[in-house]
């Protein structure tokens, strides 16, 4: 299977996970679900709360919450994330993570958890140097692809996902389970949505980092 394709599928995969475990696991503890999109972009296919879109790069999970909706006044709000209990406000957006984690370490062995480690290293020295270091990283990338079975490839890209959605920023798992401790149980507190917007730009400063090393490679490789 060529090395692109492996990666389209395994993104495909890792997406459909991620998403239906954090979906589920907040059906689990009560929370009311707004919609679940599965991709980005324009919307291909809707049925009830789940819609596919067209690019299956990432997804979201958008849950009842007082601080991006008006309510009723009658409405108690047990079912509204925001209004839940500390470690359900944290669990809930590392629930895909957790099992995606679990099912690729269980697949590498104890050599994936040093790959994990290793990953969240890698996400950053390759943003920083996009035409470099991302390069050398994703030419190391492809050559494993090439030598290696389906199932090792996505544990492996996996795990490096998994490492991109626990980092410390607006917008990812991580940053999402800070921001659950940070307000400490609380349904809201007047200083969250200014340390949001600056906890989103390291985000998204590395996303187009990548977005570029990806986008370069895919270039010199078409004129090899």
């Given at each position: 299977m060529p090395p692109a394709f492996q990666l389209l599928l395994c993104l495909l995969i890792f997406m459909l996970i991620h998403?239906?475990?954090?979906?589920?696991?907040?059906?689990?503890?009560?929370?009311?679900?707004?919609?679940?999109?599965?991709?980005?972009?324009?919307?291909?296919?809707?049925?009830?709360?789940?819609?596919?879109?067209?690019?299956?790069?990432?997804?979201?999970?958008?849950?009842?919450?007082?601080?991006e909706e008006t309510l009723y006044d009658d409405d108690p709000c047990h079912d509204a994330y925001n209004f839940q209990p500390l470690w359900k406000q944290f669990v809930s957006p590392l629930s895909g993570v957790v099992v995606l984690l679990a099912l690729s370490l269980g697949i590498m062995?104890?050599?994936?958890?040093?790959?994990?480690?290793?990953?969240?290293?890698?996400?950053?020295?390759?943003?920083?140097?996009?035409?470099?270091?991302?390069?050398?990283?994703?030419d190391a990338g492809e050559s494993f692809a090439r030598t290696h079975g389906f199932a090792l490839v996505f544990?492996?890209?996996?795990?490096?996902?998994?490492?991109?959605?626990?980092?410390?920023?607006?917008?990812?798992?991580?940053?999402?389970a800070l921001l659950a401790i940070a307000r400490g149980g609380r349904?809201?507190?007047?200083?969250?949505?200014?340390?949001?917007?600056?906890?989103?730009l390291p985000g998204l400063a590395i996303l187009?980092?990548?977005?570029?090393?990806?986008?370069?490679?895919?270039?010199?490789?078409?004129?090899?």
């Open positions: 998403i239906s475990v954090m979906a589920a696991c907040a059906r689990l503890f009560g929370i009311t679900l707004r919609s679940i999109s599965y991709g980005v972009g324009p919307t291909l296919l809707s049925w009830g709360k789940v819609r596919v879109k067209l690019l299956p790069l990432a997804g979201n999970v958008v849950l009842k919450d007082t601080r062995g104890a050599s994936g958890w040093e790959r994990f480690v290793a990953a969240f290293g890698q996400i950053v020295h390759g943003a920083l140097a996009p035409l470099s270091t991302a390069q050398a990283l994703l544990a492996v890209l996996s795990l490096k996902l998994c490492a991109f959605n626990l980092l410390p920023f607006a917008g990812l798992n991580g940053g999402q349904a809201f507190v007047a200083w969250e949505e200014t340390l949001t917007k600056w906890m989103l187009l980092a990548w977005t570029v090393a990806f986008g370069w490679y895919g270039w010199q490789a078409l004129g090899a």
